[in-house]
């Protein structure tokens, strides 16, 4: 899914990181919304170089994504780590969105906290939906800047859950570490027995997630047609093609001035 992502924008390593680690977090939220159909967006901006990070998920963990500046970049940290929070930033904020295709679709924002993402998504657990909340995403990348394992995990206490659980949660999680070694190695699984250890986990549901995106060239044209009736006229005008770029998966749709014509 993330090598989809990086395959689609080229984006450099550190801007590769913290899309991935973006797509992980909507892909398991999304994927708990439970309501076929509905859909989840994040919007992250931290003010920082690469500016707006969007991806949105479906019911099913499926993601797209785009960065605003795939070529943003940020020297390593000190450690060696790619700096993600130094290309997001932490001058703004973490939006979510989750549509369920009916009433008004439920919105919460938070201010961000290091712009490496999990901490964001922890910190909007807490303050927006008022959930105690262990969140951890990862991108490796290969020397080639091609993806070697992405993936992540968000750890949520059920109401009424006893009070030391999330002690429990904490110290297996300071004893798993990064989960790109684990990824790397292992997988979902592995991660999942490292993080819950001792907590006798049960697996109830498994998904196959995708890199997805909805666009096509109806939907497109209908936001061709819906532009400005002067800008419309110009197009007419000028008589050259209009050429429409999805964000999402860089699909190209060219209209003729005859079809826009003849739909309008
Ligand atoms: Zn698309």
Redo the contacts with the bound molecule.
């Keep these: 899914m993330t090598e989809r992502a990086r395959v689609i924008h080229n984006p450099t390593p550190v801007v590769t990181a913290a899309l991935g680690r973006t797509m992980a977090a909507a892909s398991i939220i999304g994927s708990a919304l439970k309501k076929s159909g509905a859909s989840l967006t994040v919007r992250i901006n931290g003010g920082g170089p690469v500016g707006n990070i969007i991806v949105v998920s479906d019911d099913m963990g499926n993601v797209?994504g785009f960065v605003q500046n795939p070529t943003a970049d940020a020297p390593k940290t000190t450690a060696g780590k790619l700096n993600v929070g130094g290309v997001v930033g932490t001058d703004g904020t973490l939006s979510v969105i989750k549509d369920f295709g009916e009433k008004e679709p439920y919105s919460g924002s938070t201010r961000l906290v290091s712009g490496e993402i999990a901490e964001d998504f922890t910190a909007y657990f807490a303050e927006s939906e008022q959930i105690p909340s262990a969140c951890a995403f990862g991108v490796l990348i290969d020397r080639d800047w091609s993806v070697l394992a992405a993936g992540g995990y968000i750890v949520q206490l059920l109401p009424g859950a006893p009070e030391g659980l999330i002690d429990a949660v904490e110290q297996n999680v300071e004893k798993t570490g990064a989960v790109t070694e684990i990824l790397r190695s292992g997988n979902a699984d592995a991660l999942l027995k490292t993080v819950m250890a001792g907590l006798s986990p049960r697996v109830i549901e498994r998904l196959n997630v995708e890199y997805k995106?909805?666009?096509t060239r109806e939907r497109f044209l209908t936001a061709v047609l819906s532009l400005d009736k002067s800008e419309l006229d110009d197009m007419r005008r000028k008589g050259e093609p209009v050429e429409v770029c999805?964000q999402?998966?860089e699909?190209v749709f060219v209209y003729d001035i005859s079809e826009l014509l003849k739909n309008s």
Excluded: E, L, V, W
């Design positions: 797209r995106c909805t666009c999805c999402f998966c699909s």
